[in-house]
């Protein structure tokens, strides 16, 4: 049964990465398929170039969405984390064998492992949400 509430952590971790790689799959997706789109249309009525090159342009300057101001960063969050966790585990270390100091290193290592999977997630969330990169 312990081991089944300390797995607890993981697995919503795990739940959350899936989550986040499947929605930024899913809005990349999205967008090849709207300009797949247009450029059938356009090759239906040639017409439409002009318009079209307006339209290119808006969703080419459009802000990448890593520029927009997230109200948390997992990075730093699990950075931070791991380094409480690891101030706790040397606590341990100094303060000996008694009941504080066990609490103390029992919290940091269990601060160390979340702060690893949420620092993970963020750099993963981080790559996924990087623009294309353009050839010239």
Do not use: N
């Amino acid at each position: 049964m312990r081991t089944y509430i300390l797995a607890i952590p993981l697995i919503a971790a795990a739940i959350t990465l899936a989550y986040m790689v499947l929605r930024e799959m899913t809005r990349v997706w999205l967008d090849h398929r709207v300009k797949m789109a247009l450029l059938e249309r356009l090759e239906h009525k040639p017409d439409l170039l002009y318009s079209f090159q307006e339209v290119q342009e808006l969703l080419d300057d459009s802000p990448p969405p890593m520029l927009r101001k997230k109200k948390t960063d997992l990075t730093m969050t699990g950075v931070f984390l791991a380094l409480i966790g690891l101030v706790c585990v040397i606590l341990y270390g100094l303060v000996g064998r008694s009941q504080w100091a066990v609490g103390a290193y029992f919290g940091g290592v269990a601060c160390v492992v979340i702060g690893f999977i949420l620092t993970t997630i963020g750099l993963v969330i981080r790559i996924l949400r990087r623009p294309p990169h353009k050839p010239e």
